[in-house]
């Protein structure tokens, strides 16, 4: 054992026993694809770590009016509580998650359809 291997493992132990000392739920991250009323092809959308994100654009049309027109209209919407990312080839909208909300595909797309303010339902 070198004391190179004795830096890597280190840091690593350290998370593991800082999340069992706080008494932390490891929590999965959830991923499905959701259908937004009115647009077309289905969106992306993750749960993880109490952020909730939703795919709006493919990044490499997310210059075109539609795309533009709906990015615009989703940050001004959530502004000052969203963040944009970009993750999979698409333009995200990140939000924090309510810690006490469900965490099934209804409730999450429930969620989503109130802050969006469009119907967003998971597609199975
Ligand atoms: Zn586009």
Aim: hydrophobic share 35%.
């Amino acid at each position: 054992m070198s004391a190179i291997d004795g830096n890597f493992s280190e840091p690593n132990k350290a998370v593991c026993n800082g999340e069992q000392r706080k008494g932390v739920r490891k929590m999965a991250a959830i991923q499905f694809r959701a259908k937004v009323g009115g647009w077309s092809y289905p969106r992306l959308v993750t749960l993880e770590k109490g952020r909730v994100a939703m795919e709006v654009a493919r990044i490499n049309c997310s210059h075109c009016a539609t795309c533009r027109g709906r990015m615009n209209y989703v940050q001004n919407r959530l502004s000052g509580e969203s963040q944009t990312i970009y993750a999979g080839g698409g333009v995200l909208i990140q939000l924090d998650y309510p810690k006490g909300r469900g965490r099934n595909l209804i409730s999450i797309t429930q969620f989503l359809s109130e802050k969006f303010g469009l119907q967003i339902h998971p597609l199975q």
